[in-house]
C-alpha cells in the first residue's frame, strides 16, 4: 500500500520554541492531508485539513496561530508547533487519501511524538 | 454533524475464539463510509476493512468481517479466531462520502487476547 511518513519520530524541546513535524506522502501525491493529535489512550483528535497549495481547514477549538500548517506541495504538508508548551505534548499523526487511486483507505504516517519540558 | 460511538472501553477474549467490537454512528449525510483501524502499542494506525454506505454486501478481510446494519446504523467488527498479536486499540471510524472527505474517530475499544 501507499506510505506517509512522518519525521521526526520523536521530538523534545524546551517551553517556548517552535516544533515544525513534516508529514510526506512517499509514493503517491496529496492534494488533501490531516492532522490529528492523540492523548494517551484516547482517540484521534482531528486538528486540521490540509490543502495543497491553500490555506488549511481548522477544527473548532484548534488554535490556527499555534497551530501552523503548510501544504507547500503534493507530497509535503508540514505542522508547526509555535511557542510550545507542556500541555501540547502529545502525539501527532498525520494522514493522507491517495488522490486518484482506487483504494478507499486513508493512510497514516508513524506519528510524532512531542514532549514539552 | 458526524458522530461514531464505541461503547467497549476495553475486552478480554480468550485466544482463538471470535470477537466483535461494537461500532454505531449517526450521520445526515446519505452517502459515507465507515472504517475500522487497529492501533497497536507502536502507535502505528493499521487500516483493517471498509464499508461503503451503498455496499450491498457486508465487507470482508481475512480474519476481519464488517457487520453492517445501516437501518440500526451499526458497523460492528468481528475477527474471527483471534491471536495473541490481536491486542491492540480499535477505532471505529466514519468519512464522508468523497475520499478527500475528513475521517472522525469513535473512542476506541482495548482489546486483549488472553492466551
Known amino acids: 500500500g501507499a506510505v506517509v511518513s512522518q519525521h521526526p519520530s520523536r521530538v523534545i524541546c524546551k517551553s517556548g520554541t517552535s516544533v515544525k513535524i513534516e508529514c510526506r506522502s512517499l509514493d503517491f501525491q496529496a492534494t488533501t492531508m490531516f492532522w490529528y493529535r492523540q492523548f494517551p489512550k484516547k482517540s484521534l483528535m482531528l486538528m486540521a485539513t490540509?490543502?495543497?497549495?491553500?490555506?488549511?481547514?481548522?477544527e473548532q477549538g484548534v488554535e490556527k496561530d499555534k497551530f501552523l500548517i503548510n501544504h507547500a506541495s503534493l507530497t509535503l504538508s508540514t505542522l508547526t508547533v509555535t511557542s510550545a508548551h507542556p500541555e501540547d505534548s502529545s502525539f501527532y499523526i498525520c494522514s493522507a487519501p491517495q488522490a486518484g487511486g482506487i483504494a478507499d483507505e486513508q493512510f497514516f504516517g508513524p506519528g510524532t511524538r512531542l514532549t514539552v519540558l | 454533524a458526524q458522530k461514531i460511538t464505541q461503547t467497549q472501553p476495553g475486552m478480554f477474549v480468550q485466544e482463538k475464539e471470535a470477537v466483535t467490537l461494537d461500532c454505531t454512528y449517526d450521520?445526515?449525510?446519505?452517502?459515507?463510509?465507515l472504517f475500522w483501524y487497529k492501533q497497536p502499542s507502536s502507535g502505528e494506525m493499521i487500516f483493517l476493512i471498509y464499508?461503503?454506505?451503498?455496499?450491498?454486501q457486508n465487507a470482508t478481510e481475512g480474519r476481519y468481517s464488517l457487520n453492517f446494519q445501516k437501518a440500526r446504523k451499526s458497523a460492528n467488527l468481528v475477527i474471527s479466531a483471534s491471536q495473541l498479536g490481536d491486542s491492540a486499540m480499535y477505532f471505529c471510524a466514519m468519512r464522508g462520502k468523497n475520499r478527500d472527505d475528513k475521517i472522525i474517530f469513535g473512542k476506541g475499544t482495548r482489546l486483549h487476547i488472553l492466551p
Open positions: 450521520t445526515s449525510d446519505p452517502s459515507y463510509g
Open positions: 490540509s490543502n495543497e497549495g491553500s490555506k488549511a481547514t481548522y
Open positions: 464499508q461503503g454506505s451503498y455496499d450491498q
